[in-house]
């Protein structure tokens, strides 16, 4: 089991930046792929980022790349989702997974943080 807990949402302006962490307790932290996904207003939940263990295989949606920074510290079982040149469209409820490296579901999921983004 692990439990995750996201903070770091916000009402923002377009242009602005925002740092969404996770972090993590329970089973060895070392053992999950961490990813973002969002739920846009009206729309189904859609993966954002993913990053493994040493950071060496890390996975961005289109819409995102050169703007969102994913990453982890180890140390403190925290994943963050650094957010640059925010967009209105990024306007959603983010959420923390993560699942286990044997397994194509994630299993484990935090509660969400609403990003606002206003034009």
């Known amino acids: 089991q692990v439990q995750l807990v996201e903070s770091g949402g916000g009402l923002v302006q377009a242009g602005d930046s925002l740092r969404l962490s996770c972090a993590a307790s329970g089973r060895t932290f070392s053992s999950y792929i961490m990813g973002w996904f969002r739920q846009p207003p009206g729309k189904e939940r859609e993966f954002v980022a993913s990053i493994n263990w040493s950071g060496s295989a890390i996975a961005y949606i289109d819409s995102v790349k050169g703007r969102f920074t994913i990453s982890r510290d180890n140390a403190k079982n925290t994943v963050y989702l650094q957010m640059n040149s925010l967009k209105p469209e990024d306007t959603a409820v983010y959420y923390c997974?993560?699942?286990?490296?044997?397994?194509?579901?994630?299993?484990?999921w935090g509660q969400g943080t609403q990003v606002t983004v206003s034009s």
């Open positions: 997974a993560a699942r286990l490296m044997d397994s194509r579901s994630w299993g484990y």
